[in-house]
């Protein structure tokens, strides 16, 4: 990863803070992108990432990395027309912290579908062919569906990828997501503890806990905790974390309680949808779920503590705006 700058901090600029500093050198760039741009490990401070409030001294050396650069295209992928590329948050030799777009599918399925987020990993990182326990995986330890955003880990290295399996393992990773669903929960927290299995139709259903003596063997624990954080007149944002890692999970059960999530085209509304509320409420067509995953937590190969967030995408964001305002 080529270094593209390097400035050694001078008696003028002593005790000058970073991102107003790089805010004069760096033209062409706003003081958002640049504290982007530092969060992101991009900027290194005597050859350790820098942080944004961090004050400079004399004999300082900055380096940054170029961002284009980092994030090149690889070579023999899809043009961007036709393939959706994730954007790298954070990386160091163990691993990569990104963010996946909605409509990336993460790895094939016995579908054998191209255009994933392991293509695009392999084409990046050929070493990568090696890291974990299925070659097709490429260091994925967990996933999102297709068509749910946001943050995840990779590992790059087989050292790195036990090390985060057995965190995932021990349920010591740290996953939250944003989810606007129809309706409002009884109680502003609650857990859901519904275990999750296969229906006749091959759908994954979170079943009533009334059920628990007839369920299969093949049918998993499950939990899951919400708290709102705002409330509409038909619907409510949770900020979700899950303590386990189902498939469906989030969106098995907040369906299984009666709270869909909105623009869920597997977990939509039924016809009797109406049955779930007192009332009846407008089913909204958007063309994805409004679920994200926001943030990610988990010790380094170090033993330190790292978290990672991803901003709700503008589209969501924007929906979310005219909802307050209706």
């Given at each position: 990863m080529a270094m593209n700058k390097k400035i050694e901090i001078t008696d003028e600029n002593q005790g000058e803070r970073l991102d107003k500093?790089?805010?004069?050198?760096?033209?062409?760039?706003?003081?958002?992108?640049?504290?982007?741009?530092?969060?992101?490990?991009?900027?290194?401070?005597?050859?350790?990432?820098?942080?944004?409030?961090?004050?400079?001294?004399?004999?300082?050396?900055?380096?940054?990395?170029?961002q284009i650069t980092e994030?090149?295209?690889?070579?023999?992928?899809?043009?961007?027309?036709?393939?959706?590329?994730?954007?790298?948050?954070?990386?160091?030799?163990?691993?990569?912290?990104?963010?996946?777009p909605e409509g990336l599918l993460v790895h094939a399925t016995d579908k054998k579908e191209t255009n994933t987020l392991v293509d695009w990993l392999l084409k990046k990182y050929p070493a990568m062919e090696k890291v974990g326990e299925q070659k097709y995986r490429a260091g994925i330890i967990h996933r999102l569906d297709r068509d749910v955003s946001g943050v995840m880990v990779v590992a790059k290295t087989n050292r790195a990828f036990d090390h985060l399996k057995d965190q995932f393992k021990d349920r010591k990773i740290k996953k939250e997501y944003l989810a606007l669903v129809y309706g409002q929960p009884r109680e502003d927290e609650g857990e859901i503890d519904l275990p999750i299995g296969r229906s006749q139709d091959g759908q994954f259903v979170a079943h009533p806990k009334s059920n628990l003596q007839d369920i299969e063997n093949k049918d998993r624990y499950a939990k899951t905790k919400y708290k709102i954080l705002e409330k509409f007149r038909d619907y409510s944002l949770?900020?979700?974390?899950?303590?386990?890692?189902?498939?469906?999970?989030?969106?098995?059960?907040?369906?299984?309680?009666?709270?869909?999530?909105?623009?869920?085209?597997?977990?939509?509304?039924?016809?009797?949808?109406?049955?779930?509320?007192?009332?009846?409420?407008?089913?909204?067509?958007?063309?994805?779920i409004f679920l994200h995953s926001t943030k990610i937590g988990f010790s380094d190969l170090d033993n330190n503590w790292v978290e990672f967030e991803s901003p709700l995408p503008q589209k969501l964001t924007d929906f979310l705006n005219e909802k307050r305002k209706s």
């Open positions: 500093f790089l805010a004069e050198i760096l033209t062409g760039q706003t003081r958002s992108q640049i504290k982007k741009t530092i969060e992101a490990g991009l900027v290194l401070i005597n050859d350790k990432p820098a942080k944004v409030h961090q004050f400079l001294r004399t004999g300082d050396v900055i380096e940054t990395r170029d994030n090149k295209t690889p070579d023999n992928l899809p043009p961007a027309s036709n393939f959706l590329f994730p954007t790298i948050i954070f990386e160091n030799h163990d691993f990569i912290v990104l963010e996946k949770l900020s979700v974390q899950i303590l386990t890692g189902r498939t469906h999970q989030i969106r098995a059960h907040l369906f299984a309680i009666g709270h869909p999530i909105l623009g869920d085209k597997i977990y939509r509304p039924k016809k009797n949808f109406i049955h779930f509320f007192i009332k009846k409420v407008k089913v909204i067509n958007l063309d994805r």
